[in-house]
Nanobody, 123 residues
Framework: QVQLVESGGGLVQAGGSLRLSCVASGMISSSLFSMKAMGWYRQAPGVQRELVAVIISDGSTNYEDSVKGRFTISRDNAKNTVYLQMNSLKPEDTAVYYC?????????????WGQGTQVTVSS
């Protein structure tokens, strides 16, 4: 069993900051599993879920254009945790944010999602 548990969402005024955390637990903690990538997605009402930021196993990162320079993704491998620091938040950042992780074990790929955390930015 694998769990991705997000935290850190909430209500913030435009221009404010939030830090999201995602803790991964379960069998992916085994040495048999190799993390390929972990990322954050978001979904606003009536909008398709979109990738916000991703961090690859080699530490490289990618961001959706609208969050570049404002959001930073990072990870703590020892804690199986990935973070999303969100600064200069805008009302259009309002969405449910989901943590996603991809692992490989025994030649198979495994993808897991968290339950989501609401981020609301007021104008």
């Amino acid at each position: 069993q694998v769990q991705l548990v997000e935290s850190g969402g909430g209500l913030v005024q435009a221009g404010g900051s939030l830090r999201l955390s995602c803790v991964a637990s379960g069998m992916i903690s085994s040495s048999l599993f190799s993390m390929k990538a972990m990322g954050w997605y978001r979904q606003a009402p009536g909008v398709q879920r979109e990738l916000v930021a991703v961090i690859i196993s080699d530490g490289s990162t990618n961001y959706e254009d609208s969050v570049k320079g404002r959001f930073t993704i990072s990870r703590d491998n020892a804690k199986n945790t990935v973070y999303l620091q969100m600064n200069s938040l805008k009302p259009e950042d309002t969405a449910v944010y989901y943590c996603n992780g991809d692992w490989e074990a025994g030649g198979y790929d495994y993808t897991y999602w968290g339950q989501g955390t609401q981020v609301t930015v007021s104008s």
